[in-house]
């Protein structure tokens, strides 16, 4: 059957790409930090609602009222963004939370809460120069950059080794810098590894 059928005539949406941004890095955490509160009636919460409910988390955890940032979210419900060091288990678990004498259930606020944002990730051929030839093998190479990248493969020259003046391999970066130069001890002794990014 055809999807575009379901939609009622509609054509089928495109894949949307979300631009992986500091404002949406803002947003994400943002919700991790959210919380979504219903307020159990008869509750009285006086002319201004909002800062009611900022004044009973501050009082509850202490703080600051400005700590705590509260806003609408329907007629019964507010979203609560609160502050890092307020844990989110003390206002989940809870089935009710009693707030200066008014009444609250509170959930887990996002559809996308538990989701992690994907990374971009980067093939890259590095040389690691002054690698000790007691540690020129595939396992090795692999546990040593596993320290900052994903091993991928290594070139036919370096597996036949005619030329040791580097091992040279493709891996897998999250971004396109050089990694920090790791260290390696053989027989009590210190190497200290050059990682070169080919460009």
Not at 9 to 20: D, E, H, N, Q, T
Not at 148 to 166: E, H, N, P, S
């Amino acid at each position: 059957m055809h999807r575009a059928a379901n939609l009622r005539g509609r054509a089928p949406l495109a894949k949307v790409f979300v631009p992986y941004t500091e404002e949406y890095l803002r947003r994400v955490e943002l919700c991790c930090n959210a919380i979504l509160a219903d307020v159990i009636q008869p509750a009285n919460l006086g002319p201004d609602p909002i800062s009611a409910i900022k004044s009973a988390l501050a009082s509850l955890f202490g703080g600051y009222i400005e700590d705590f940032a509260v806003a609408r979210y329907r007629e019964r419900d507010y979203a609560i963004f609160r502050p890092e060091w307020v844990p989110t288990e003390v206002l989940v678990k809870r089935e009710v939370l009693t707030l200066n004498g008014f009444w609250n259930r509170c959930w887990l606020w996002g559809r996308y809460r538990n989701a992690w944002p994907h990374h971009i990730q980067y093939k890259a051929w590095i040389r690691l120069i002054n690698l000790p030839f007691e540690i020129w093998s595939v396992a090795r190479v692999a546990t040593l950059i596993n320290s900052f990248g994903r091993f991928i493969k290594v070139d036919d020259v370096t597996k036949a080794i005619t030329d040791l003046r580097a091992f040279r391999c493709q891996i897998v970066l999250d971004s396109i810098s050089n990694p920090q130069n790791p260290s390696v001890i053989v027989d009590k002794e210190l190497f200290s590894i050059m990682v070169d990014l080919e460009r």
